[in-house]
T-cell receptor, first 114, second 113 residues
């Protein structure tokens, strides 16, 4: 079974630039999550989708972050404009069903904002 | 304020001995707890979980203990192996929530040969 795929693996941008991350979840997984992991911290949920609808985006900085999940499968997370404090690993995860338990994570995208 | 706390940033254990990783939580509404393991440059991988209706769950060398009255859980690895060296994250889910996992900051385990 293929895992959660993310791209790119690494990205370096200057502050105020924009960036986009892509995620392809495990086939059949209805729930998709985007997490932000700052160095030395645990992952923090940014947004959760159930199929193509948003379940929880309460911690998404909506003035600069946006996410969508087209047709309930792939998802993109965008930051525009980026700030220095956005430097982190962005993890995508997916799980079966609405009440996700054992979420499966991708390798993440390491973003450095300079 | 952190709802899930892992107060030990690191732990070093000799191969073959027991590793005990601890986790405390403050939210009494949490009903499901998970441990994830993370190697460098990889995403976290699910290790073991426990429901709040249980106090112990075992899977091979890994056992998770839950003490609800103390709001404390621990992960025991016996015997520890060098391949267990990784960062371990404790996570919890609130009952009735839509599945959002709240993570601790992680504990880096080093198992020395």
């Amino acid at each position: 079974e293929a895992g959660v795929a993310q791209s790119p693996r690494y990205k370096i941008i200057e502050k105020r630039q924009s960036v986009a991350f892509w995620c392809n979840p495990i086939s059949g997984h209805a729930t998709l999550y985007w997490y932000q992991q700052i160095l030395g911290q645990g992952p923090k949920l940014l947004i959760q989708f159930q199929n193509n609808g948003v379940v929880d985006d309460s911690q998404l900085p909506k003035d600069r972050f946006s996410a969508e999940r087209l047709k309930g499968v792939d998802s993109t997370l965008k930051i525009q404009p980026a700030k220095l404090e956005d430097s982190a690993v962005y993890l995508c995860a997916s799980s079966l069903g609405f009440i996700g338990r054992e979420a499966f994570f991708g390798q993440g995208t390491r973003l450095t904002v300079v | 304020d952190q709802q899930v706390k892992q107060n030990s940033p690191s732990l070093s254990v000799q191969e073959g001995r027991i590793s005990i990783l601890n986790c405390d939580y403050t939210n009494s509404m949490f009903d499901y707890f998970l441990w994830y393991k993370k190697y460098p440059a990889e995403g976290p991988t699910f290790l073991i979980s426990i429901s709040s209706i249980k106090d112990k769950n075992e899977d091979g060398r890994f056992t998770v203990f839950l003490n609800k009255s103390a709001k404390h859980l621990s992960l025991h690895i016996v015997p520890s192996q060098p391949g267990d060296s990784a960062v371990y994250f404790c996570a919890a889910k609130e009952g009735g929530s839509q599945g959002n996992l709240i993570f601790g900051k992680g504990t880096k385990l080093s198992v020395k040969p």
